[in-house]
């Protein structure tokens, strides 16, 4: 029996980028701002400041705390647990990107960050501005998605020159990760490049796809809006650069979870991809569907995986809802399979994934 654990842990650590998944860490967690002169045209308060969190390694002996969203008093997500400030172990970690959907926050996707954390990774997310729950969800922050892939390069070039954080970056070992609207993002900073007359010409040919549809986190930004605000002269300078190169030189590995928006590449971009991408989406997802989405980039991206769940829908991939949240917040929160269960597959499969990528 002794032997059978210590093989088993031997596997275990291969795919671990730093030998720990049979005794992980503990979470850490700090939050940093830096300023980006996009964010301000986004924001609802036209402030040019972007936030990030950033997930890592703590040393033993830090005390994690419970991580919620919501009224202290009455949250409405469990996100998981995190030691806010811990000191930092290790030298230089992988360093993993992480981008939120639609309407979501850093915070949101902490289940993954600190579940990563724990396997020895730094995970740096961001509030994308104007496209955040946190704030006003504005129809620049909407119509603007791509400017989300330099919310991920300022954030990491922010961490970098950070004297606490910086020095525990290992750029030779980069991933990217992104939920929803966020997988679009992790894929333009892989190297694709957007085409979104491509995205229009097919939501007027599939009105009723759900990525074509106004998203129940932002019901007022239909798609006459959208085409509204893309032609002001406020935000025309943004769309004429739509198209250009928001790559990170390094990024080794893409991690995409319901990834939306897939429709804004054409094949060739996908197919230019180099580096190897795994995709894991719910099968029942309406709102980003597979067949429209994941399973077109699984089939033209060279080196994709795609893992479907069956049974799950797009919002499975949200923190876990309190009871209350539970009541108010039921397509949020109410799941054909638990999303403890999801959640599980996706730490697993995304700790195998960098683990290999990376190491």
């Known amino acids: 029996m002794h032997a059978t654990r210590w093989i088993l842990a031997l596997l275990l650590a291969s795919l671990a980028p730093m030998a720990m998944a049979a005794a992980p860490f503990t979470a850490g967690e700090r939050h940093g701002v830096t300023t980006l002169e996009s964010a301000a045209i986004r924001d609802g308060a036209h402030r040019d400041v972007l936030r990030f969190t950033v997930w890592y390694p703590a040393t033993p002996g830090s005390e994690e705390t419970p991580l919620t969203i919501g009224p202290a008093d009455a949250p409405l997500f469990e996100v998981g647990r995190s030691a806010k400030d811990a000191p930092i172990a ?45 704030d006003e969800m504005t129809l620049a922050g909407s119509v603007l998605t791509w400017l989300r892939a330099d919310d991920l390069k300022a954030a990491l070039a922010a961490v970098k020159a950070d004297p606490q954080l910086g020095p525990h970056i290992d750029a030779s070992r980069l991933g990217v990760i992104g939920y929803s609207a966020g997988g679009f993002t992790a894929l333009l900073n892989a190297g694709a490049r957007p085409d979104m007359t ?30 509204a605000a893309a032609a002001s002269p406020q935000l025309q300078p943004y769309v004429q650069h739509a198209q250009d190169d928001r790559s990170i030189p390094g990024v080794r590995a893409v991690f995409v979870l319901a990834p939306a928006i897939v429709q804004a590449f054409a094949p060739e971009q996908l197919k230019a991809l180099q580096q190897p991408v795994a995709i894991v989406l719910g099968a029942a997802d309406e709102v980003a569907p597979p067949a429209t989405n994941g399973d077109v980039a699984a089939a033209q991206i060279p080196k994709a995986t795609l893992h479907a769940l069956p049974g799950v829908g797009h919002y499975d991939f949200l923190s876990g809802c309190t009871p209350l949240a539970k009541e108010r917040l039921q397509a949020l929160c109410v799941t054909e399979v638990p999303k403890e269960q999801t959640h599980a597959v996706v730490v697993e499969d995304a700790v195998r994934f960098f683990g290999e990528a990376l190491r």
């Open 90 to 134: 290790g030298a230089r970690l992988p360093t993993l990107l992480l981008s939120h959907g639609n309407g979501g926050t850093a915070r949101m996707m902490g289940w993954l960050g600190t579940a990563l954390a724990r396997a020895g990774y730094l995970v740096i997310a961001v509030d994308h501005p104007g496209n955040n729950g946190a």
């Open 198 to 227: 491509r995205l229009l010409a097919f939501c007027r040919a599939h009105p009723d796809d759900g990525v074509c549809r106004p998203q129940q986190e932002a019901g007022a930004h239909t798609m006459e809006a959208r085409l």
